[in-house]
């Protein structure tokens, strides 16, 4: 009865083991598993990081472009077509498109001639 104690032991010792190793190893596999999306979200995340900075740093140069008094001045002016004092315009007439000549094409050499001799 002793013997069959111990083996039946080792074999709930072997179950439990194999049911551990089981385990550890799933949780590792599925542990690794997240780990890759979550550095490929890190990733992406980085990119769109860096392309919006990038937009950020485009629209503050922008802004302080469209705030400067001389760029202000120049857009009105040329929005509203105003002059300075003392400034003179100069109109240029837009020219006009070269109509094209339109000639009728030849007869072909054969037809010449019959015309010539007929």
Known sequence: MLECYTLDMKLVK??????????????LTKNLLDYGKKVAFYEDFKKNYEKEKKRNIEFKTQ???KSDPNEIEKTIRNKLNLL??????????QP???????TPT?????????????
Do not use: G, H, R
């Not at 439990?16 to 949780?27: G, K």
């Not at 300075?84 to 007439?93: F, G, N, S």
């Not at 030849?106 to 007929?118: D, R």
């Open 14 to 27: 072997k179950a439990v083991f194999a049911l551990l190793l089981f385990f550890f190893f799933s949780s």
């Open 63 to 65: 802004l302080l472009k």
């Open 84 to 93: 300075k004092p003392d400034e003179v315009a100069i109109i240029l007439k």
């Open 96 to 102: 006009s498109p070269t109509p094209a000549i339109i």
């Open 106 to 118: 030849p007869l072909p050499n054969y037809l010449q001639w019959w015309e010539v001799f007929f």
